[in-house]
């Protein structure tokens, strides 16, 4: 994490020295997105359990946003993020066994885990003029997040009727603060003189687990379109 984070931050002051700085601005972003996660098994007798959950678990639809700020040149720039975020996975849809009392009313479930975070994402920009007013770019970046909250979730279904049943995970075991990797590539827009939009594919694996020291454990990940309206302002260039 150390040498992620500095090699990060030695991109973003070497992106900052050398580029004529143009703009600063401020935003918002939304980043809906399918949340999935990647089982990391460090005990042989648990290949059996690790296979189950690999042709068992799906990803699930997701979402963050939040406020974006924004420091950029000509070729170059950085942003820094302020979200909320859900992310999570969820399990394939299943009969209800013959003994639960819960078959008297529905005939099947299906569990999903959800996880709630405050993430402070933070990237450099590289730019491509495409015209006056539209731009193509690529970014590198990192990023921390928060944990607030974990539930399962059960939706039961009968027909087309469901109901859905949400318990909070009270566990110490729960990673409080991960780190990610992230990239993305998109096009950005300028609305007008001040307001720009943006849009970009964007990728994002959360590289510690979710446990903080499980022998099974998941590394969730976030594979969406990030969608970002800005209000820029020209500042003085070096």
């Not at 990023?143 to 979730?153: D, P």
């Not at 318990?167 to 003189?193: A, P």
């Amino acid at each position: 994490m150390t040498r992620l984070t500095l090699l990060l931050f030695t991109l973003i002051l070497g992106c900052t020295t050398l580029m004529a700085q143009r703009y600063s601005g401020i935003g918002i972003n939304l980043f809906p997105q399918y949340s999935h996660r990647r089982i990391v098994n460090l005990d042989l007798n648990m290949l059996n359990q690790a296979d189950s959950l690999e042709n068992n678990e799906f990803a699930r639809p997701s979402y963050a946003t939040g406020l974006v700020l924004s420091y950029r040149g000509e070729k170059a720039g950085v942003q820094v993020g302020l979200n909320y975020s859900q992310t999570g996975y969820r399990g394939k849809r299943t009969p209800i066994a013959f003994n639960d009392p819960n078959r008297a009313n529905f005939d099947e479930e299906q569990y999903s885990f959800r996880a709630q975070n405050i993430e402070i994402p933070f990237s450099v920009l590289f730019y491509q003029t495409l015209s006056e007013k539209d731009d193509f770019y690529f970014s590198l970046g990192s990023g921390l997040s928060y944990n607030l909250s974990n539930q399962n979730i059960v939706t039961r279904f009968n027909g087309e009727t469901s109901a859905r049943e949400v318990n909070n995970i009270e566990n110490e075991d729960f990673r409080k603060v991960n780190y990610c990797f992230q990239t993305s590539m998109g096009w950005e827009h300028k609305l007008s003189e001040n307001m720009l939009f943006s849009i970009a594919p964007t990728f994002r694996l959360w590289l510690a687990g979710i446990y903080r020291d499980a022998l099974l454990n998941r590394n969730l990940y976030q594979f969406g379109i990030r969608a970002t309206v800005r209000f820029d302002r020209e500042v003085e260039r070096f």
